[in-house]
């Protein structure tokens, strides 16, 4: 453990092993951090955290604040952050609102600069969040997503896995694994197919994703029938990928992305 003599830390935190901490860090005394840590200077981390391990918290990050909600009355309420992140210098990440709720975020993410987590999102794995993009509350975000810098992610909005959302993108529909959308509002541009390659997707799987594509976007159904269909193609998919899609959009609230630019 290697604790710099400007940190400011609250002797109820609990600390795991080796972890460096940096000048002028502040650590409170509801905070719970793990082992193999390294937070850099600046740093606020606050509230009811609990951090994992190996975790890189860089300069002037501050983590467990209290949620940007006018409805908020100071109640207990959490962030828990898993292992192996990368939270860039002025990223922000608030608590919950409601009593006892919690902000989760999973873990290998990466927040570039001035990215903003608000209350209750809840952040899988594997995702990277470019500078300044931004979720409002109750946002969930799967593995592997892709949010481009200057994103902007309307409260209550679900962003698919392996989605990539290009710079400067208003979301506000929820966002179905697999696709790639930008633009404001956004739109639908075709399959993550790159990403999806990256991440070792075969041929074969990636041209399956491309004919759901079709099927929900090409085709001019309703969404009823383009379900009936994607049921059908679910049958020879030996991956799940099709059935991770069906299960995405049945279960939105807000309504999934349906307008695509493709002609």
């Known amino acids: 453990m290697e604790i710099h003599k400007t940190a400011i830390i609250d002797p109820n935190a609990e600390l795991g092993e080796g972890n460096y901490i940096g000048p002028n860090v502040v ?13 850099g200077p600046g740093a606020i981390i606050t509230g009811y955290t609990t951090i994992g391990n190996n975790n890189r918290i860089f300069g002037h990050a501050y983590i467990g604040a209290p949620p940007q909600d006018v409805a908020f009355k100071d109640d207990e309420t959490y962030v828990k952050i898993g292992d192996n992140n990368i939270i860039r210098e002025f990223s922000t990440i608030h608590r919950g609102t ?29 995702i990277v969040m470019v500078n300044c993009a931004s979720l409002g509350g109750y946002v969930e975000v799967d593995d592997y997503a892709f949010l481009g810098g200057f994103v902007i992610v309307h ?4 962003i698919g896995s392996y989605t990539m959302c290009g710079i400067l993108t208003k ?10 959308v930008d633009g404001n509002p956004a739109t639908v541009h075709g399959v993550n197919i790159v990403g999806l390659r990256r991440r070792g997707f075969s041929a074969e799987r990636r041209l399956l994703i491309q004919r759901a594509y079709k099927i929900l976007y090409r085709e001019r159904n309703s969404l009823k029938t ?5 049921n059908e193609l679910a049958i020879n998919d030996k991956n799940g990928d099709i059935k991770i899609l069906i299960d995405f959009i049945e279960k939105s609230k807000r309504g999934i992305l349906l307008k695509s630019n493709v002609k």
């Open 27 to 39: 650590i409170d005394k509801n905070v719970k951090l793990g082992n193999n840590n390294w937070i």
């Open 98 to 126: 409601a009593p006892g709720s919690t902000t989760i975020i999973g873990n290998n993410n990466f927040l570039m600069v001035g990215a903003h987590v608000a209350h209750n999102c809840k952040i899988g794995s594997n």
């Open 171 to 180: 979301i506000t529909k929820d966002v179905p694994p697999f696709m790639l």
């Open 155 to 158: 409260q209550f909005t679900r």
């Open 226 to 230: 383009s379900l009936e269909k994607l």
